[in-house]
């Protein structure tokens, strides 16, 4: 079993829709989540950390986190052709503060 | 968050030669530094921890005589690919722990194509 399972996608949207990925991890005494942002060619970008269950919101952007269910995921409202990218779930794994990547999905946004 | 550089961007080397990328914190000094790699389509890979006045960890299956990791400061970590082949191109990515978090800040990359 995958330490970090993301679907691959990719997951087309409409421009100015809700874009909502997902994200399982296996670990459960992992404690720290990110979300970044890969363009092609690129570097990741950090969009959000979540450390607590629950949402945590910024700007168009909402992290969610159940630890029960291992599972966090990352809305986008009012998706903009700029959020076309790839998103890639992090999560900390309890020893040496490593942190482990999904596959990432790949997000297509629609004008 | 942490600012990260890398040099070089990209290079092109024959089979054989040795390459050294350079990762460099440029806000703040870093006793930690982690190196990935990324091959096409796929996600991140981490492949050594960088530790600053020690050896570096590295992770399972990753060879320590052919992947060398020197952190020489505490704003720098070299990661050397020595005799390189074919299949040692991919998409090299150094990240650096933010000040008194876990959340790690990516350099730019550096994209190794080995003829």
């Known amino acids: 079993q995958k330490e970090v399972e993301q679907n691959s996608g990719p997951l087309s949207v409409p421009e100015g829709a809700i874009a909502s990925l997902n994200c399982t991890y296996s670990?459960?005494?992992?404690?720290?989540f990110f979300w970044y942002r890969q363009y092609s060619g690129k570097s990741p970008e950090l969009i959000m950390s979540?450390?607590?269950?629950g949402d945590k919101e910024d700007g168009r952007f909402t992290a969610q986190l159940n630890k029960a269910s291992q599972y966090v995921s990352l809305l986008i409202r009012d998706s903009q052709p700029s959020d076309s990218a790839t998103y890639l779930c992090?999560?900390?794994?309890?020893?040496?503060?490593?942190?482990?990547f999904g596959a990432g999905t790949i997000l297509r946004v629609k004008s | 968050g942490a600012v990260v550089s890398q040099h070089p961007s990209w290079v092109i080397c024959k089979s054989g030669t040795s390459v050294k990328i350079e990762c460099r914190s440029l806000?703040?000094?870093?006793?930690?530094m982690f190196w990935y790699r990324q091959f096409p389509k796929q996600s991140l890979m981490l492949m050594a921890t960088?530790?600053?006045?020690?050896?570096?960890?590295?992770e399972q299956g990753v060879e320590k005589d052919k992947f060398l990791i020197n952190h020489a400061s505490l704003t720098l970590s070299t990661l050397t690919v020595t005799s390189a082949h074919p299949e040692d191109s991919s998409f090299y990515i150094c990240?650096?722990?933010?000040?008194?978090?876990?959340?790690?800040?990516f350099g730019p990359g550096t994209r190794l194509t080995v003829l």
């Open positions: 990240s650096v722990p933010g000040y008194n978090t876990d959340t790690q800040y």
């Open positions: 670990d459960r005494v992992s404690q720290s």
């Open positions: 979540i450390y607590s269950n």
């Open positions: 992090a999560v900390n794994i309890q020893y040496g503060n490593k942190l482990v």
């Open positions: 806000d703040f000094q870093a006793t930690t």
């Open positions: 960088s530790n600053e006045g020690s050896k570096a960890t590295y």
